[in-house]
């Protein structure tokens, strides 16, 4: 099993252009996490999707940050003008929701986004 | 805001067990305890969890004590590449699939 994949690793882009993350799920996971971490502020999460819909987008900051599942195994977390405060490694995690028992994330290795 | 509590820090010599310590007071009788551990520059790394009977896999022990305010990770026989920020969590309820994670704790395995 590949393990949840993103890409790109590392983004380095300047303040106001559009950043495109991308996460590709787990084969046969129904469930889709996006998390953000700085040193500041920890491991937050954004947002999350349960059979492509999303079910809790509070964490999301602000408008900038959109999240989209295409299909049932890829999302995309897009910010729309980035600022150097979204500089973060953000992560994306997959699960098989089941029950409360058996529900487990695998995170992805995480995209390091520097915005200058 | 999380709802567990961990010492910040904690070292291990390589090769003995390793003890890590959480409390959850307030978890309610149909929270689960979840492990995670991230090493440097790493995603999160899915560990071990329990409901109230404790729980072993080939990573990890999970001992929740009876009246399931605190537990304990055990790391049987650590290793240098065990060193990482331990989490504790306690799963949100209500249907929700949101792991909070706090502050965690850094967990040094010396030679």
């Known amino acids: 099993d590949a393990g949840v994949i993103q890409s790109p690793r590392h983004e380095v882009t300047e303040m106001g252009q559009e950043v495109t993350l991308r996460c590709k799920l787990i084969?046969?996971?129904?469930?889709l996490f996006w998390y953000r971490q700085t040193m500041m502020r920890g491991l937050e999460l954004l947002i999350y999707?349960?059979?492509?819909?999303?079910?809790?987008d509070s964490g999301m900051p602000e408008d900038r940050f959109s999240a989209k599942m295409p299909n049932a195994s890829f999302s995309t977390l897009k910010i729309q003008p980035s600022e150097p405060r979204d500089s973060a490694v953000y992560f994306c995690?997959?699960?098989?929701?089941?029950?409360?028992?058996?529900?487990?994330?695998?995170f992805g290795p995480g995209t390091r986004l520097t915005v200058l | 805001d999380a709802k567990t509590t961990q010492p910040p820090s904690m070292d291990c010599a390589e090769g003995r067990a390793a003890n890590l310590p959480c409390n959850h007071s307030?978890?309610?009788?149909?929270?689960?305890v979840y492990w995670y551990r991230q090493i440097h520059s790493q995603g999160p790394q899915y560990i071990i969890h329990?409901?109230?009977n404790n729980e072993t896999n080939e990573m990890a022990s999970l001992i929740i004590t009876e009246d399931r305010k605190s537990s304990t990770l055990i790391l049987p026989h650590a290793t240098l590449r065990d060193t990482a920020v331990y989490y504790c969590?306690?799963?949100?309820?209500?249907?929700?699939?949101?792991?909070?994670f706090g502050k965690g704790m850094k967990l040094t395995v010396n030679p």
């Open positions: 995690a997959s699960s098989l929701w089941q029950s409360p028992s058996t529900d487990t994330q695998y």
């Open positions: 084969s046969g996971h129904n469930s």
């Open positions: 999707f349960n059979n492509n819909v999303p079910i809790d």
């Open positions: 307030t978890i309610s009788g149909n929270e689960y």
């Open positions: 329990g409901l109230k």
């Open positions: 969590i306690v799963r949100v309820t209500g249907g929700s699939e949101k792991l909070v």
